[in-house]
């Protein structure tokens, strides 16, 4: 009697668990599963805004394999993200390294070089193209006062991908300096005072002390920072709408036109897909590589 009294108070513990996750559950299901569900339900569809949704199948992938348009995007978005993650990396392990010694008005300086981070997307991309225009933008005017020729700057299909690139770098440069100057904060100082006893400089600490320590933290930088480049979207749309041409065009670009341009929403749901299947698999080479890093050191 007492064992039966023991598991039924036991199930109804467990019960009243379950009325607190619930809603939790509900939340995930309706925001993530269900429209990712749905997503891939209308990729199987052929369907245009306003006309009827016919099943095809795979034919709407078939479709992205043959589509040279859209075949173009994939280099051009790993193109943008390689620049938009390198750079960032580089300049912010260098303004951890300089923002991690002391100084007068330390404090000062770091909010100011982190304040880009607080603004919107769309704000600094409106700035940015009164910046690069050919003629009347300052980014020119001042190239010309040290001798160096004006650039195009995103009016030309060459220099387009990197200027984009460069508007990233300027915005997020600041989080990559957080996450590495958080990493420094934590490291011990026994190594540091070892290696000044063996009369090692400054570099020689930063390549076989300081660079392997942060490591694991510089690839939480990365990961976050590769997915984040992958799907941006309102730098580039703002600043240059994919042109000039298609010279600009990610995968974000193409999917947005083939949505809501050409209102081809079925042929649009498999782009998701397929970005989905590039971002989960960027993802989880970097997590590899960040575990392999973290049982190495």
Not at 124 to 131: D, K, Q, S
Not at 225 to 253: C, H, M, W
Not at 286 to 296: C, H, K, S
Request: glycine share 6%.
């Amino acid at each position: 009697m007492a064992l039966a009294s023991h598991r039924k108070k036991g199930y109804s513990r467990q019960n009243a668990y379950l009325w607190f996750i619930a809603p939790a559950v509900l939340a995930i299901f309706a925001v993530i599963v269900f429209p990712w569900v749905y997503t891939l339900w209308m990729s199987l569809h052929d369907w245009q805004i306003g006309g009827k949704s016919e099943f095809v199948g795979i034919e709407n992938f078939v479709k992205l394999a043959t589509d040279a348009r859209f075949l173009s995007t994939i280099p051009r978005t790993l193109y943008f993200t390689l620049l938009s993650v390198l750079l960032p990396v580089v300049l912010g392990v260098f303004a951890a390294e300089v923002f991690h010694q002391k100084f007068p008005l330390r404090g000062l300086v770091r909010g100011i070089y982190i304040a880009p981070m607080m603004a919107t997307p769309v704000a600094i991309a409106l700035v940015f193209t009164m910046m690069f225009h050919p003629q009347l933008g300052v980014l020119n005017y001042f190239l010309t006062l040290v001798g160096i020729p004006k650039s195009l700057w995103v009016y030309s299909a060459d220099t387009v991908i990197p200027t984009l690139a460069l508007v990233e770098v300027w915005q997020w440069t600041p989080l990559v300096m957080l996450i590495v100057l958080g990493a420094l904060a934590s490291l011990p100082t026994e190594p540091y005072e070892s290696a000044l006893i063996d009369g090692a400089n400054q570099w020689q600490m930063f390549r076989y002390i300081t660079f392997p320590l942060i490591l694991p933290f510089l690839m939480i930088a990365v990961i976050i920072r590769t997915i984040d480049a992958l799907k941006s979207f309102d730098i580039i749309y703002v600043i240059s709408q994919g042109g000039p041409g298609t010279a600009s065009e990610t995968i974000n670009i193409f999917l947005y036109l083939q949505a809501f341009s050409f209102l081809r929403i079925g042929h649009a749901s498999a782009v998701v897909v397929v970005f989905f299947v590039i971002i989960l698999a960027l993802a989880i080479i970097l997590l590899v590589a960040r575990e392999r890093l973290r049982w190495n050191r």
